[in-house]
C-alpha cells in the first residue's frame, strides 16, 4: 500500500520516540511509545537482497557471488595476512559477518575478548549497545554487515598500532569493495582514522559527512564514538551526539532510495 506524507511523517515520528528510549536520551520527545508489534519504520532500509545497479554498476553482484568472494577472501586472508598470521593474543581470527549486499557497513577497532571467543564481531558489551543501535535506526543486525580494522584480537585489547593496520587493513579494503554499501559508520578513532586516511581524532571528525575511496568506489563515511567508549561515558550528552550521527545515516540512506 502506498504510504501517506502523513504516514510516513507519524512513522518517523514513533521511530525517533522508540529510538530516543532505546538509546536512553532523555530529551526524547514525549509521547506514546509505539505498540511493540509495530512494525519499525525503517526508512527504505529494510532490502535485504538487493541487486539494483546504480550508475557504476556496483550493485550488481548477487548476493551469493559475493558471499563466495567473500569467502574466498576470509580464507585468503587467514592463510596470508601478514599481522594475523605472525599475532599470538588471539586465538582465532573474527574476519566480520552480516549481509553481503548490505547498504550499511559498520566498522569498528578489533575483537574483544568474546569476540575471539566466538569468531564473531561485537558480540560483547559493545556490542550489545550497537545492536541497540542498530535496532534504533529500525534495522536488523543481519540487514547489516560488520566488521573491524584488524581481525585478529589485540594483546590486552591495545589501540591497533599503526604498523599493524598497515598490514591487516587491506583486507577490510577489499571486504568493502566486494560489499559496496551507500554508508559506512566508523566507531571510533581506528576505524575513522584509516579509512579517512587521516591523524584527526574522532572527537573532530564525528557528526559530519566524509568520504572514502576504495578503488573507483567513493563511499560516504559517517565518523561516531565507538559503542565501548560510549558505554564509559555513558551521558545523555554522548548518547545524543551518536543519534545525530546515526539519523544522519538515515536520512542518506532513505534519500539514496528515492
Ligand atoms: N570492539 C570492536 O571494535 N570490535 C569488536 O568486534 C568488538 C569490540
Request: contains cysteine.
Amino acid at each position: 500500500m502506498k504510504e501517506t506524507g502523513g504516514g510516513n511523517r507519524l512513522r518517523a515520528a514513533r521511530q525517533m520516540v522508540r529510538t530516543n528510549l532505546l538509546l536512553g536520551v532523555d530529551f526524547a520527545p514525549l509521547g506514546k511509545p509505539p505498540a511493540s508489534n509495530e512494525a519499525p519504520a525503517a526508512p527504505g532500509l529494510a532490502a535485504t537482497s538487493r541487486q539494483d545497479t546504480g550508475s557504476t554498476g556496483r550493485r550488481a553482484r548477487t548476493a551469493s557471488h559475493k558471499q563466495k568472494m567473500l569467502d574466498e577472501l576470509r580464507e585468503r586472508h587467514d592463510r596470508e595476512c601478514p599481522h594475523c598470521t605472525t599475532a599470538t593474543a588471539h586465538t582465532q581470527t573474527v574476519f566480520g559477518e552480516g549481509n553481503p549486499e548490505a547498504r550499511l557497513v559498520f566498522v569498528g577497532e578489533a575483537p574483544g575478548a568474546e569476540e575471539d571467543r566466538t569468531g564473531r564481531p561485537f558480540v560483547g558489551r559493545a556490542g550489545e549497545l550497537l545492536n541497540k543501535m542498530i535496532a534504533a535506526m529500525g534495522l536488523q543486525r543481519e540487514e547489516v554487515y560488520i566488521a573491524n580494522v584488524l581481525k585478529s584480537r589485540p594483546p590486552d585489547n591495545a589501540t591497533p598500532t599503526p604498523a599493524e593496520v598497515m598490514k591487516c587493513a587491506p583486507y577490510l579494503t577489499e571486504q568493502l569493495k566486494i560489499i559496496a554499501p551507500q554508508v559506512i559508520v566508523a566507531l571510533g578513532a581506528p576505524a575513522a582514522k584509516f579509512l579517512l586516511d587521516t591523524t584527526q581524532g574522532i572527537t573532530s571528525l564525528r557528526g559530519s559527512w566524509h568520504s572514502c575511496r576504495l578503488g573507483d568506489l567513493e563511499i560516504p563515511v559517517m565518523p561516531t564514538s565507538h559503542p565501548a567508549y560510549l558505554l564509559r561515558k555513558y551521558t545523555p550528552e554522548e548518547r545524543g551526539k551518536v543519534w545525530s550521527d546515526l539519523q544522519a545515516v538515515m536520512k542518506r540512506l532513505a534519500e539514496a532510495d528515492r
